[in-house]
C-alpha cells in the first residue's frame, strides 16, 4: 500500500467522494437527496486540511485541522447512514468508512500533537 502524507489522503478520498455521489444521484431516492450533504462534508476535509497547511500561525493551523476533524466526524455519520440504509451497497461503501475512521484517527493526532508542542 502507498504512503500518503494526510493532505493527499484527503484529496484522494474527496474524489472517491464526488464517485459515490455521482452513484447515489443516479439510484434515486434518500441518495439523491441525502448525497449532497455527504459531498459537502467529504471534499472539505481535505481542502481544510491544505488551508491549515498553509496556516498563518499555529493557532490558525489547529483552527484549520479541527475544522478538517468536525466534516470527517459529519462524513462518517453520512457514510454510516448510507450503509445502515443500504443507500448504496455495502461492499461500496465499507472501506469508505474504515478509510473514514482513519482520517479521523489521523487528524485527531495530528491537532493533539500540535497543541502539545
Request: charged fraction near 50%; charge should be negative; glycine fraction near 0%.
Given at each position: 500500500m502507498k504512503?500518503?502524507?494526510?493532505q493527499e489522503r484527503t484529496f484522494e478520498f474527496g474524489r472517491r467522494i464526488v464517485k459515490l455521489h455521482m452513484f447515489s444521484t443516479k439510484q434515486g431516492g434518500a441518495g439523491k437527496i441525502l448525497s449532497p450533504q455527504l459531498l459537502r462534508a467529504g471534499t472539505s476535509i481535505g481542502s481544510n486540511?491544505?488551508?491549515?497547511?498553509a496556516g498563518e500561525s499555529?493557532?490558525?493551523f489547529i483552527h484549520k485541522c479541527t475544522i478538517a476533524l468536525k466534516e470527517a466526524r459529519e462524513t462518517l455519520f453520512w457514510l454510516r447512514l448510507f450503509e445502515a440504509e443500504e443507500i448504496v451497497p455495502k461492499t461500496r461503501i465499507s472501506?469508505?468508512?474504515q478509510e473514514?475512521?482513519?482520517i479521523v484517527a489521523i487528524i485527531t493526532a495530528i491537532i493533539r500533537n500540535s497543541k502539545s508542542s
Open positions: 504512503t500518503y502524507d494526510i486540511m491544505e488551508e491549515a497547511d499555529k493557532a490558525d472501506d469508505m468508512i473514514c475512521r482513519e
